[in-house]
């Protein structure tokens, strides 16, 4: 951080009204990037994140199951009786990324889910 104070010290120094909104420029792209790291999601690969995402499907109207199948993008949602269906043969970072690409494509209500699913379903749709 110190590379940033000398940055704007010398802008504070300059008697420049060019270099002024410039100042101005810099604060609002580090508050931009601590917001968007504060909604960004991080993504692990790992069994406990897949659970989580599976907590997500199971308040929510649809139904996900695990079955043997050749779906071509790896899993298959059937509207009418809103269950989801992910090819279990899929290791675990593709059953993790199909989910996510569901949760962001599907209309799914959040008025049931619990406050924790609630902020994690907004985490996943928002980025």
Do not use: W
Not at 31 to 48: C, E
Not at 71 to 89: A, D
Not at 109 to 123: L, Y
Request: aromatic share 14%; glycine share 6%; proline share 2%.
């Amino acid at each position: 951080m110190k590379g940033a104070g000398k940055f704007l010290s010398s802008l504070a120094k300059s008697g420049d009204s060019v270099e002024l909104p410039l100042f101005f420029v810099f604060i609002n792209y580090l508050a931009q990037k601590l917001y968007i790291k504060s909604i960004m999601l991080d993504i692990r690969y790992t069994s406990h994140f897949l659970h989580k995402l599976e907590d997500v499907f199971a308040e929510s109207n649809y139904v996900l199951r695990y079955e043997k199948g050749n779906f071509k993008s790896g899993y298959c949602v059937l509207k009418n009786t809103k269950v989801i269906m992910v090819n279990s043969y899929y290791p675990l970072e593709g059953k993790i990324n199909c989910l996510i690409e569901i949760l962001r494509t599907l209309p799914i209500e959040t008025a049931g889910f619990s406050e924790k699913n609630t902020k994690f379903f907004a985490q996943i749709t928002a980025s």
